[in-house]
């Protein structure tokens, strides 16, 4: 059944509920019945998640102080390094792969396995190397801890992706509940006994225990040990671009993070973390809804006329969103985060600023890969995010000897303007090649 026919709709009234549409209305009316509810549940899921993921940085960050929280920073910029440099895909390609693929989950459970346990080991074996270079000793046990986060994500169910294809994120909704529920009470209750950044700790790894847990509870499918050659070798020939693509925007959107770190030191990137975290907060929640929504349904619509008017639904809904944040924060940062966190953090107020600017052009990007991977053209995505990469490189060190952390932030607005030029051009192209308008 098609999406049309699903909400009651037939191809031509769907059409013209498009043309009389907003852009919200637009994309309901494209999407049909099963992605209203799931975008519903999706933002549901998100707003909770990110939320209280929020109220827990910022509680925390209260509780601890700048160089506590810079700690945690490094062993999450370390893992999240090691995670993009073994990025598969396999999820993307799942999730945008036509058809059934269920006889595909236990060869996508035991790449993601082999691959949580490789991270886990490297990042034992690397947590000394990685202090030393920080110059933060501290560090070594914190990443050597977190690191158990990466093992347990990967023995989670992969049937959970069946859910995101088929867009029901209402039950996603009631598996994540308890993770970020438990994250935040163990997080806050630890900072308040201890004060110190295992409060951190102990948030993100009792959280993944509970989620991997959950994935099993709620899902009666359990992977099995039958891995087909075929399977794994279609997978990971998507996925391989997907993953290029994946490092090199983890590389463009942490590198910022590794030089102040390294350079300005622990207390340093404790400051410039939680202007990053709240600065990207509309790109993390609202984008992220609509991308969890966007991929699943832009693929069904390959090949129609209403590609191209789903798109721009999306796209219009998104920068608006992201717009009406950022402005909030141009008018209100200073005061709110004084409020919020206290004096002491008042250095963030001009970072934040540049960077939730930033995140404008960043959210444009998103949403503009959701649909070069519904086209399944992911190699698209790789070099718009090679761009971004190229252009921060070239820019970050002479604006970090000139500016500090402010030249930094502006280095990431550069960046983030040079892949939204390129992944504007080539979202006409590809949909002018589709013969869409």
């Known amino acids: ?163 995101v294809k088929r867009i029901e994120f209402r039950r996603i909704f009631w598996w994540s509940l308890p993770e970020v529920v438990t994250g935040f009470a163990l997080a806050v209750g630890v900072a308040l006994v201890r004060g110190d950044v295992w409060a951190l700790v102990a948030g993100a790894v009792g959280g993944q225990v509970v989620a991997t847990a959950a994935s099993y509870a709620m899902l009666p499918r359990r992977p099995g040990l039958r891995v087909r050659r075929e399977a794994v070798r279609r997978l990971l020939h998507f996925g391989k671009w997907v993953s290029g693509a994946r490092l090199l925007a983890w590389v463009s959107l942490s590198a910022d993070n590794a030089i102040v770190g390294r350079f300005l030191g622990a207390s340093a990137l404790g400051v410039y973390q939680v202007a990053f975290r709240v600065g990207e907060l509309a790109v993390v929640t609202f984008t992220r809804a609509v991308v969890l929504v966007a991929l699943p349904a832009l693929t069904e619509l390959q090949g129609s006329e209403r590609l191209a008017r789903a798109f721009r639904a999306l796209f219009r809904l998104v920068l608006a969103a992201n717009c009406a944040f950022a402005l909030a924060v141009l008018l209100g940062a200073g005061p709110a985060l004084a409020w919020v966190l206290g004096p002491a953090w008042l250095p963030a107020v001009p970072i934040l600023r540049i960077l939730v600017v930033a995140m404008v052009f960043r959210a444009m990007v998103v949403i503009a890969c959701e649909l070069f991977h519904a086209a399944r053209r992911p190699s698209i995505t790789l070099r718009v995010n090679a761009v971004r990469l190229a252009v921060m490189l070239a820019t970050i060190f002479p604006l970090l000897h000139r500016y500090g952390m402010e030249g930094v932030a502006v280095s990431v607005l550069l960046a983030s303007v040079a892949a939204v030029a390129l992944a504007m051009y080539r979202v006409r192209v590809l949909l002018r090649a589709d013969g869409v308008r």
Request: aromatic share 4%.
């Open 1 to 163: 059944m098609s999406t049309a026919e699903a909400s009651g709709l037939d191809a031509a009234e769907a059409d013209a509920a498009l043309d009389d549409a907003g852009p919200g209305e637009g994309l309901l009316s494209t999407l049909a019945s099963r992605s209203l509810a799931g975008g519903v549940w999706a933002f549901l899921n998100v707003a909770l998640s990110l939320g209280l993921g929020m109220a827990r940085t910022l509680v925390v960050a209260r509780l601890l102080g700048a160089r506590e929280m810079g700690v945690m920073g490094i062993a999450l910029l370390t893992m999240g390094t090691l995670e993009a440099f073994t990025a598969t895909g396999v999820e993307t390609a799942l999730v945008s792969q036509p058809g059934d693929v269920r006889e595909d989950l236990d060869s996508a459970f035991a790449i993601q396995a082999a691959r949580g346990l490789l991270i886990t080991g490297l990042l034992w074996a690397a947590a000394p190397l990685v202090a030393a270079f920080f110059g933060t000793a501290a560090a070594t046990p914190v990443i050597r801890a977190v690191a158990l986060t990466s093992l347990l994500r990967g023995l989670s169910n992969p049937a959970v992706l069946l859910l």
